[in-house]
């Protein structure tokens, strides 16, 4: 027994959980750490088998595969949420019998780590396949992608909103509702589980944090949400080169109209009834030609006689330190510019001064005497998409080249 004596002093002393069990597998000794484990007191242990502590059948079997082979055993566990190695060790009991020495050690923060690559792998394998699927289409990708995590992790992921609304994945209606107030990465917790909500442009994505996972979680949202964001900047290009290129016929079309038409102000009419077809946030729109220091309004879509008669002095022109030539902008404050100009009364009366009014210009240099401006005007306060704007400054630069050749 003095051998026992020595290996639980030496035990005592680990910075690990440790126990000694006798011949039939019930506990004889255990450490003061491996009672903080368990949350038990020494006297609530000794005497039962560690089967009945753990709940976990197999471990008798494997203490007897370790008295009959007097082979060391190793194993892992996982208890109250935390991972652990068990290292078993056949010992000589003092009647002759062989028992079991064990010690634990806390693998948690290995298995997380493991677990986490193995998650961020598997994010960035199916943000990949979800792009090559998704042809461009943002919901597709995130609908793809969320299914597949969804099919691997069904414990974890939860449910997808897109503008706060249902998409996929679980219709609980209460983790639904408490998504829909959390704006930024934060967790909740509802029917005593953890929850966390990891936001990415208009999507909310909502997963499951089961306990001792906190990290893991928080180095999810933020993989997740810089990888997810690429992903949409990619398909956001997409979108706009695909956009771009099936509008580039249209531009070719609208360059064509000179061949039908007599004159520049005729051609310009022309024009911009089909220009407007091709940006679909026009709702207003006017052409503008400056020649002798003046700006003629020579063609208007939706907007009435009193502004397509309209000469404005150069001098007068509010939107001119703003437009460079051959060049597109989106002047998100136009309207001040309108409120401060001399013709404030008839911009009032077009809406051009209301805080949603956006217009997107466009300057056409024609050789070195004329300028032509092209204004499209919005009056919801929508912003200009990234494909309009290409395909303006496409047309503008294409129309300069053009029209300048035929002032020659």
């Known amino acids: 027994m003095r051998y026992l004596y020595f290996l639980q002093q030496f035990f005592e002393r680990l910075p690990a959980p440790a126990f000694i069990k006798d011949n039939k597998g019930r506990y004889l000794w255990i450490n003061k750490e491996l009672e903080n484990v ?156 953890t929850y966390q909500v990891v936001p990415i442009d208009r999507f909310k994505f909502v997963v499951h944090v089961p306990e001792h996972y906190t990290s893991m979680a928080k180095a999810l949202a933020g993989f997740l949400g810089s990888y997810v964001l690429a992903a949409l900047k990619v398909l956001e290009n997409q979108k706009v080169y695909k956009d771009v290129i099936e509008k580039l016929n249209s531009v070719t079309k609208i360059i064509e109209l000179w061949n039908k038409t007599q004159t520049l102000e005729e051609y310009l009419t022309l024009m911009l009834d089909e220009l407007v077809k091709v940006i679909p946030e026009t709702q207003k729109a006017s052409v503008w030609l400056l020649e002798n220091d003046e700006y003629k309004c020579v063609a208007v879509y939706n907007y009435d006689d009193e502004v397509k008669n309209l000469v404005i002095k150069a001098s007068e022109n509010s939107y001119g330190p703003h437009i460079g030539e051959n060049k597109v902008v989106e002047l998100l404050d136009a309207y001040k510019l309108n409120r401060e100009s001399k013709y404030k009364d008839l911009w009032e009366k077009t809406g051009v001064t209301s805080p949603n009014f956006i217009p997107l210009i466009g300057s056409v240099k024609v050789g070195d005497k004329k300028v032509i401006i092209i204004s499209l005007d919005n009056f919801e306060g929508s912003r200009f998409s990234e494909a309009s704007k290409k395909v303006l400054q496409i047309f503008v630069e294409l129309l300069s080249t053009f029209l300048s050749s035929k002032e020659k």
């Open 38 to 193: 368990l949350g038990l007191p020494e006297e609530k242990i000794i005497g039962k088998l560690e089967s009945e502590i753990f709940g976990i059948e197999e471990i008798e079997e494997i203490d007897r595969k370790v008295k009959r082979t007097r082979r060391n055993h190793s194993h892992e566990i996982v208890y109250n949420g935390r991972h652990y190695n068990i290292q078993r060790m056949p010992i000589r009991l003092g009647d002759g019998n062989y028992g079991v020495a064990g010690v634990m050690f806390d693998i948690t923060q290995k298995v997380l780590e493991q677990s986490l690559y193995k998650l961020l792998s598997f994010v960035e394998e199916k943000i990949m396949e979800a792009l090559g699927e998704a042809d461009g289409d943002i919901v597709t990708f995130v609908t793809s992608f969320s299914r597949k995590f969804h099919a691997q992790y069904p414990h974890v992921a939860v449910v997808l909103l897109m503008n706060n609304e249902y998409l996929i994945g679980t219709k609980d209606e209460k983790i639904i509702e408490k998504a829909k107030e959390i704006n930024e990465v934060k967790t909740f917790v509802h029917d005593k589980k």
